[in-house]
């Protein structure tokens, strides 16, 4: 990756559709885009990684996702059970001599 060009000063930093001097807002706003914008420069060119890290957060919710899908499973396959039992039940109590 080529090295980042600084960038230049925005031209006109006033309201142009006014003609009025920015406001403390605005100001504030800019100054705030500035300072996340060097932030974001600076991260890019250091070259740290910006790959996802594993986080103890993360390794929680993989751990309940795969709980609830465990679950998931052990209820489908207990239903399915449940269906082959209870028609081998229904099968034999009709061919039991009575």
Do not use: W
């Not at 003609?19 to 403390?24: A, E, R």
Request: hydrophobic letters at 40%; proline letters at 4%; glycine letters at 14%.
């Amino acid at each position: 990756m080529g090295r980042l060009r600084h960038r230049q000063p925005r031209p006109g930093r006033g309201n142009e559709t006014t003609g009025k001097g920015v406001g403390s807002f605005e100001r504030m706003y800019l100054r705030l885009g500035d300072r996340l914008g060097e932030s974001l420069e600076r991260e890019m060119v250091s070259g740290v990684s910006l790959a996802p890290r594993s986080t103890l957060t993360r390794t929680c919710a993989v751990v309940i996702a795969v709980l609830v899908y465990l679950g998931a499973l052990a209820l489908a396959v207990g239903g399915a059970a449940l269906i082959v039992i209870g028609r081998d039940a229904t099968d034999s109590a009709a061919t039991a001599p009575g």
